[in-house]
């Protein structure tokens, strides 16, 4: 399964994110919605919220 993740510039909880999925080695597409507004409208779209949010393509989750 590859996880998307949601991202944005200068957000720390992004950054977390980032380093736990390259310490655990899972596949993962980063899309960055910071100047995106198509994709930032896609991620609220599918659940999301503005801070970290995954989507697997399934039903999505989010976290703080």
Do not use: W
Request: with cysteine; glycine share 4%.
């Amino acid at each position: 399964m590859k996880i998307t993740l949601y991202v944005s510039d200068h957000c720390e909880s992004c950054e977390q994110v980032l380093r736990y999925f390259k310490e655990k080695d899972l596949a993962y597409e980063v899309i960055n919605v910071t100047y995106n507004q198509l994709m930032f409208d896609r991620m609220m779209s599918e659940g999301g919220h503005c801070y970290t949010f995954y989507c697997d393509r399934g039903p999505s989750f989010s976290c703080v």
